[in-house]
């Protein structure tokens, strides 16, 4: 059974740089069939895209985000990772990440995390 | 502002049929048959329960059904029971963004 764990820092200062991480187990990151995804959702709000990755290196970025974000792929460790750099309160958030291909089939726990200095 | 447009409330009582529209405002969601719903209970994550406009996933209930005509999909809930109470999300491949989710709508079963 595929498993989406995210981890990273749950507070973040404005203007610092979120970084998280999602590690996947039960399954290989490197199909060529599926992305990567990130997709947060700020408190008592709708989800919200972030981008999505393939292990190829190819991604895919929220033209909203897109000149904070990156994304980043090690098929050694089985895991991809998002920075969202220049944080504002606005980017408190539940971040997920998920297998991406026609759908969002597995969907990691979600991290919580506060920009606050 | 959401490309995909939701209702932000249904309501029905248990044993009713009730069905949740989603329409985008672009013509990549009227071209593409990648739409597909979650539903997502308090404080946890988003659950997959419709894909590619209309297929289930292995186990779901079959109270669970989706459509879509031009550039409006719709889920359709039959025989609501109470522990379907939740938000519902409809997301789309729109080819540029590409991926877009809809705003939401909160299921109340009465």
């Known amino acids: 059974q595929l498993q989406l764990q995210e981890s990273g820092p749950g507070l973040v200062k404005p203007s610092e740089t979120l970084s998280l991480t999602c590690i996947v187990s039960?399954?290989?990151?490197?199909?060529?069939?599926?992305?990567w995804g990130w997709i947060r959702q700020p408190p008592g709000k709708g989800l919200e895209w972030i981008g999505s990755i393939h292990y190829s290196g190819n991604t895919y970025y929220n033209p909203s985000l897109k000149s904070r974000v990156t994304l980043s792929i090690d098929t050694s460790k089985n895991q991809f990772s998002v920075q969202l750099r220049s944080v504002t309160a606005a980017d408190t958030a539940m971040y997920y990440c998920a297998r991406v291909s026609g759908e969002l089939d597995y969907w990691g726990q979600g991290t919580l995390v506060t920009v606050s200095s | 502002q959401s490309a995909l447009t939701q209702p932000a409330s249904v309501s029905g009582s248990p044993g009713q049929s009730i069905t949740i529209s989603c329409t985008g405002i672009?013509?990549?969601?009227?071209?593409?048959?990648?739409v597909s719903w979650y539903q997502q209970h308090p404080g946890k994550a988003p659950k997959l329960i419709i894909y590619?406009?209309?297929k289930r996933p292995s186990g779901l209930s079959n109270r669970f059904s989706g459509s879509k005509s031009g550039n409006t999909a719709s889920l359709t809930i039959s025989g609501l029971q109470a522990e379907d109470e939740a938000d519902y999300y409809c997301c789309s491949y729109v080819g540029s963004s590409p991926w877009m989710f809809g705003g939401g709508t909160k299921l109340t079963v009465l």
């Open positions: 672009t013509s990549d969601f009227g071209t593409y048959n990648l």
């Open positions: 039960g399954g290989s990151i490197s199909s060529s069939n599926y992305y």
């Open positions: 590619e406009v209309s």
